[in-house]
């Protein structure tokens, strides 16, 4: 299987039904392409939360960092990925655990494996290999 991210106008849905967004990998450093990107989230008015095993029970950008998608409390409208490829199958088996939407891995991150995982249990908001940060410009340019 190949995945194939959907088009355009349904990952433009997928920003505007979001509120809440699961930053996994989330870095406290500031030049790192994690916390830019939720930067930029928080201030376009999403609710971020970082996920960061390492750095958990701090805060970034204010927020508090948990170690695991399965220890946040309530509802994850979109689960924002920076992890390597290869962590994407393990991620997406602790997604389908936890109440979450859509699955979003950053550019230049994919793992059909991952995709099946989803796929196959019956999960079809899948986006892989683009940018939130992005793909919420690119929103508001067509607007």
Same mark, same amino acid.
Request: charged residues 25%; aromatic residues 10%; hydrophobic residues 40%.
């Given at each position: 299987?190949?995945?194939?991210?959907?088009?355009?106008?349904?990952?433009?849905? %997928?920003?505007?039904?979001?509120?809440?967004?699961?930053?996994?990998?989330?870095?406290?450093k500031?030049?790192?392409?994690?916390?830019?990107?939720a930067?930029?989230?928080?201030?376009a008015? %999403?609710?971020?939360?970082?996920?960061?095993?390492?750095?958990?029970?701090?805060?970034?950008?204010?927020?508090?960092? %948990?170690?695991?998608?399965?220890?946040?409390?309530?509802?994850?409208?979109?689960?924002d990925?920076?992890?390597?490829?290869?962590?994407?199958p393990?991620?997406?088996?602790e997604?389908?655990?936890?109440?979450a939407?859509?699955?979003?891995?950053?550019?230049?991150? %994919?793992?059909?494996?991952a995709?099946?995982?989803?796929?196959?249990?019956?999960?079809?908001?899948?986006?892989?290999?683009?940018?939130?940060?992005?793909?919420?410009?690119?929103m508001?340019?067509?607007?």
């Open positions: 299987m190949t995945f194939t991210n959907p088009n355009e106008q349904v990952i433009f849905g %997928y920003l505007k039904e979001a509120k809440r967004i699961a930053v996994v990998g989330m870095s406290d500031d030049t790192r392409s994690s916390f830019l990107v930067r930029e989230l928080q201030k008015g %999403y609710e971020i939360v970082p996920v960061n095993p390492v750095l958990a029970g701090q805060k970034i950008l204010g927020e508090t960092v %948990y170690a695991s998608l399965s220890e946040i409390p309530g509802h994850i409208d979109l689960v990925i920076f992890r390597r490829s290869e962590f994407l393990d991620l997406a088996r997604f389908l655990t936890i109440d939407d859509v699955f979003w891995a950053q550019q230049g991150i %994919y793992n059909d494996e995709a099946e995982i989803l796929i196959g249990s019956g999960h079809q908001k899948i986006v892989m290999d683009r940018c939130t940060k992005v793909e919420l410009m690119r508001s340019w067509q607007n």
